[in-house]
């Protein structure tokens, strides 16, 4: 089955990790990135887990895992070295409409991680259903390679004038074009080469000659 999408809001909502070792550790790094309120359930916690979340509003509970602490969770990732317990997590988060991960196995799954490219605020994110992750992590090497540092910048850019697009030109056919205009390779080579401040004097020009056609 085809699966959605989605880039999830995850400040402040409970999500739960069940293990404290290697894995875990990757897991709840990219959560916390994500301002996500991590509990992590383990006997045995990692040190490399400690202090990766001291400072942090993680919180760290070595135990037995127990469905309880599932209440209230957005999210569940099954991270143990133990099959049978993470059928039973995969279980338990069924019966309580808690959305699950269980590393390792796409079977047990009801969304996967992708792998990410990540240049300031632009995502690309890489999915292969569960079938392959060492292909997405391939697919995200060679991405790497494609997009820079600069088109975080340029999104930045980009983000602010599109305010000031909404607020000036009313047409929304207009609208679309400039942006389409402002957001398309030829304007992204003439951002890197001349650099962000030439880049917003075209810009302005480019609506400013919009906004004198449509008076």
């Known amino acids: 089955m085809a699966k959605y999408p989605i880039f999830l809001e995850l400040g402040s909502r409970r999500v739960v990790v069940i293990g404290g070792g290697a894995v875990a550790v990757r897991k709840v790094q990219a959560l916390l ?3 996500a309120r991590v509990v992590v359930i383990a006997e045995r916690i990692d040190e490399m887990m400690t202090a990766l979340c001291r400072g942090t509003n993680a919180e760290l509970i070595r135990s037995k895992y127990s469905k309880s602490y599932l209440a209230g969770a ?9 099959h049978q317990l993470n059928k039973q997590i995969y279980k338990d ?23 990410v490219v990540k240049r300031g605020n ?4 890489i999915g292969t259903e569960g079938q392959c992750p060492a292909y997405a992590g391939h697919t995200r090497k060679k991405l ?10 340029f999104l930045d850019e980009l983000e602010k004038l599109r305010k000031n697009i909404i607020q000036n ?15 398309d390779d030829e304007s992204f080579e003439y951002f890197v080469e001349k650099g962000p401040a030439r880049w917003n004097s075209f ?5 400013g000659n919009l906004q004198s056609a449509q008076r």
Do not use: Y
């Not at 957005?74 to 133990?82: C, F, G, P, R, V």
């Not at 632009?122 to 994110?125: E, P, Y």
């Open 33 to 35: 990135s994500a301002s």
């Open 74 to 82: 957005l999210l569940a990732i099954a991270a143990t070295n133990n």
């Open 93 to 115: 988060c069924q019966e309580l409409e808690v959305l699950c991960n269980v590393v390792d196995v796409p079977e047990l799954c009801d969304f996967f991680v992708p792998a």
């Open 122 to 125: 632009l995502q690309i994110a």
């Open 144 to 153: 790497e390679t494609i997009f820079t540092e600069h088109h975080g910048e």
């Open 169 to 183: 030109v009313s047409d929304p056919a207009d609208r679309k074009a400039v942006l389409g205009q402002l957001a």
């Open 203 to 207: 810009a302005e020009e480019l609506i």
